[in-house]
Structures are given as C-alpha cells and as structure tokens.
C-alpha cells in the first residue's frame, strides 16, 4: 500500500498533574514509569517537564508543549489532582485531550504514598463540566502505568481522528446524479464540526480537467504508475493517459484551492453526464485517490467521504465506500462455509463500480460498468464506459461505519464490526460478501429505521472502540450499533425478536 498522504501526524504530550496537599514527587515517580510503559509498546510521546500544580503551570504546560509540536494531550493524574488547573489545561491547549490516573501500585503505596485518584478523576469530571470541554475518558481511566499505555495508544488513533476533522476541507463537484435524495448533504452540521466545504459544478471540474492537459510529464508519469500498478489487469492501456489527466488535475485543484486548511477530500458526481463528456467513468482514478489517503466519493456523497476519511484515520490504512446492496444466494456458499459468527440472514455483498484501492483488493482488474453500458451504450461494445477497477474485495477483518446528518441538521452514525468472507461475489464491480453478526436486526432497525443512505464506508481492520469514542468527542450521541438478541432496538417488535 503507498504511503497515506492527506493525513495527521498526532504529537502526542503527556502531562502529569498534582494536588498541593500530596507530594509532586508522587506524580513524577509514577509519570517517569508511565513513560516508560508507553515507550515498551512503541508509543512516542514528548514527557511536560511541568507538574501541574496551579493556573500558571498549566499555562506553562500548555506553552512547552505547543513549543515542542505536541497536537494532542493526555493528562495524567498521579495523585488526586487539582481539578481547576487541570481543567485549565484541557480548555487552553489546542488540540484533543485525554485524561486518565494513576493507581496505587501495592499495599505498602497505601501507608504513605496513596494517591486517591479514583477521588481526583470524578472532580476533574465535574471541572470539565462546568467548562463546556469534551475530553476522552477510556472505559477504564485509573490503571497501572502498563495497563493505561494501550489506553493512550487508542487516544493516538482518535486523537488523529480529531485533528484530521478540524482541519479538513471537502470539495463537491455537481449535484448529486437524479433519485439520490437519500445522499442528503446540509453543511451546517459539518462547519459545526470544523469542517470546510467548498462545492462546485461538473463544469469546474472539466475547467480544471482541460487546464490540466498541459501537464504533459506529469499525465505521463502517472500513466505509467498506473500501468505499473494494474499489470495483467491492465486491460484498457489506451485509457490510461486520459484517467492520469483526471488524477492529475484533481490533485491540482486540491492543493490551490485548500486555503487555511490542511486536508482535503472529494464528493463528485460521476454519472451520467461524465462519461459522455470526459470519455471514461473515474472509479479507478478514485480507488488511486483513496489509496494515497484522499477519498473520493461517488454520487456527491460528501457525508460518505467525510466517513471514509474518518476510518482511514482510525485505522491507517486505505478504506473504501460501498453500497450496502444485495443478499447472498444460498447456492453460493460452500457446504460448512465458516460465517465468522453471523447468521445466513446477517451476510450480504458489498458493492461499487470500481472505486476500491487496489491495495484492498485480493484480485482486480480495468473493465467497464456494466450497468452504465446498459444506460449510456445500449449494451454495446464499451468505449465511455471504461475505467472501472473490478475484483474481489480483500478478505479479512472490517468496520462498516457512517457519520450523516439527518435532512433537518442532526449528526448520527453507525458502527458495526464483522469479517469479509474469502468466498468469490461471483459477480461484477469491486465486491465482496460481509458477514457481520446481528446484521439483519441492525440493518432492520439502524440502518433502515433511522435513514441511512446506502453508501457505508468500509475499513479492513476492526477499529469499532477507537470510532466510537471519536464521534462521541465530536459530540455525536446517536450512535447505533449491532445488538443482540437479549436487548431490542427502539420499536422492534418484542414477540418477533423473544417469542
């Protein structure tokens, strides 16, 4: 997989605090041991030389930090804490903050050096109430150094979440393609979020095509990266410089247009006019796009590229957006197919034209969309229809995650974990068969109940823990998840379900 460009880098400081009435020797003994935790499992963090004791160390902490790069924050109490300062410090520094506390290590720890933790982390609470401030607080907030260094390093990937959203720009080019109503896009609750969106007409994005023709070594380059790339599956080679023009001039409107902010995404239309007017359809220049960590969606779906940032974020790694869009024949499943903990009922195939990376595909190839060829060629020999990248979607572990705002402006979002079955879709596009436990209630109830639209974004690791407390700091509450059998969903039918 190529190197995800368009992506934070979290620096991440951590800070100890201490109450006036315990000894700061305490804090910094036991900071000194969570530092050294954190670097055993490979997390880089910059240790604040200051012990927050009073306003004006927290101020001080704040500027060491900042001066020394540091974009997220985990606030370490090791002994009770002052809750004022530490509060303080989490509404000044700019940038996520976590807050964890130390436990007592042993039975003698109790006689002398007993740090009443549990005590400072419900003030600390009640102080970042009173300041309107969201931090993240893990499951489990008071440990030992060895158990709170993973906790950290989940704050790392969500941390980067954050940051990547505030400082975010998505570019929309046309309207959405006709009954895509469900795409529904108001941009109120994203500049809410941090979020700038810059939308644009398909004419913008053939201006800066044509512009984009006298990049001569430039189209050549890519030519041949994509030719490289798709080796056997390069079906289409005379395609080839027309889709790099495309890629070429994306990346170009990018970079000049980003402004004040630091990454960019796109939402763009690319049916029907498309085609008839660029000579190709885009998904392969897309999948290209997503592999290097800039998601384009289809069907101006700016909510399903905002989600596909959100879980390459989580997870590092290249995520796709499929449609949530057909049911497994039974006659397609192997006898004692292993469904990974899911029902028959739970399994269904997720699809799209061709807009995967190749780095998420076990196998794929060039070809063209049959359904378009259908609509736009009569079924004939494909021309304007070429330019998708087809295959079997990479087997493996997976997330299915959305952040969409409702037609009236409330954000809302799923989150379900599953497996991609290593079983051929036997079928076109870039697909795979997703078995996800409790998938029928949950699409049934979540998915259908609350009124998702049909594109889902798709990660290849399981990161449901680090998206769900990423979207509860943006202040998101709706969040819908798979539920079992013993727990019902609002309105679901009790005699269907315990019956």
Known sequence: MAKLINTPNVKLGIVGVSRDCFPVSLTKKRLAALMASLKEIGVKATKCQVVIETGQDAMAACAELHGKGCNAAAIYLGNFGPEGPTSLFAERFAGPVMVCAAAEENKAALMSDRGDALCGMLNCSYALGLRRMSAYIPQMPVGLPDELAPRIADFEHIARVIIGMHNLKIFGFGPRPQDFFACNAPIQPLFDLGIEVMENSELDLYQAYKKAASEKRKITRVANEMKKELGAGCTYPDLLPKMAQLEVALLAFMQDNLGACEYGIFADKCWPAFEAEFGFV???????????????????DIYGTLSEYIVQLATMHTATLLDINNSVPDDLLPKRANLKGAAKEDLFMGFHCGNTSSSCMKNCRLKYQLIMNRLMEDGGTPDITRGTLEGQIMPGPTTVFRLQSTSDGELRSYIAEGEILDIDPCSFGGIGIFAIP??????????????????????????GRI????VKLLGVTDVGVPLPKTMLYEGENPFEVLG
Not at 289 to 297: D, F, K, L, Y
Not at 441 to 457: E, N, S, V
Not at 467 to 470: H, K, M, P, Q
């Open 467 to 470: 998206l769900f407390e990423a």
């Open 438 to 463: 409790g998938f029928a209630r949950f699409y049934r109830h979540i998915l259908i109940g609350k009124r998702y639209p049909h594109h889902a974004a798709v990660g290849f690791k399981k990161a």
């Open 282 to 300: 885009p998904c392969y220049v897309n999948s290209r796009m997503a592999g290097r960590g800039i998601p384009v969606s289809c069907e101006v």
